[in-house]
């Protein structure tokens, strides 16, 4: 029976955890090379390995390039080639990353807890846009008042609220991994339109006006040397 092998600390792209991984199968595309004139021969090429996370039991897909006459084996760069890697939604408070990072943690682990999280994000959302209103539903109603988000993105969010509360309560069922990309595109969608638009047009106007500077300035620059 063959040892087993594990890599080096990695954090999980399923979970988050970051501990050693075992290496459940590699795919090496190594080639022999040698050169006539100084008979000296090395092996080149590409390896692939397939890595099991302890906590969530998820696998990753990580490569790496060898050349045995030219890498020491801890110089060696990876690159992980699954899970791609989330990229959150730009411009969130902190507040909202953090709970959308603590959500995505669980993500891999408890489709249950994940629909809990994501619909305290949108409490979150809520308390963050100063909205009113006793229950959940009415609070969004009152962004939509507001201008915050549009009327139709309240049936997205009270799809989302749906979920949470499958997630939350046993007795209406149980949420299941088909439905993680469902609450993940919920999500983003509503993060999107109340952070992201905003911040990215804030940062175009940001642009506009350090081009327009610096087109002033080299205007200006140009009239002084025909003086």
Not at 38 to 54: I, K, N
Not at 143 to 172: C, D, Q, Y
Request: glycine share 6%.
């Amino acid at each position: 029976m063959s040892q087993k092998r594990f890599s080096g600390v990695q954090e999980c792209g399923h979970c988050s955890n970051s501990a050693p991984m075992e290496i459940v199968n590699e795919y090496s595309q190594l080639k022999s090379y040698d050169d006539p004139r100084s008979r000296f021969q090395w092996e080149a090429g590409t390896v692939y390995e397939l890595l099991l996370c302890p906590a969530c039991r998820g696998v990753t897909l990580r490569s790496y390039y060898w050349h045995d006459a030219a890498i020491d084996p801890s110089e060696v760069e990876y690159k992980v080639l699954y899970p791609a890697s989330s990229d959150s939604p730009q411009g969130l408070p902190d507040t909202i990353q953090k709970a959308y990072d603590e959500a995505n943690k669980v993500k891999a682990i408890d489709v249950n807890a994940y629909g809990v999280l994501i619909g305290r994000l949108l409490e979150l959302v809520c308390e963050d846009r100063n909205a009113s209103g006793k229950i959940l539903v009415n609070r969004l109603e009152d962004l939509v008042s507001k201008g915050e988000i549009p009327e139709k993105l309240v049936g997205v969010a009270n799809s989302l609220r749906n979920l949470r509360n499958i997630g939350a309560h046993a007795t209406l069922g149980e949420l299941t991994p088909g439905e993680i990309p469902i609450l993940d595109n919920l999500c983003k969608a509503i993060l999107e339109y109340v952070y992201s638009a905003p911040f990215l047009v804030t940062q175009a106007k940001k642009r506009v006006e350090a081009l327009k500077k610096s087109a002033k300035k080299r205007k200006s620059g140009k009239s002084k040397k025909t003086i």
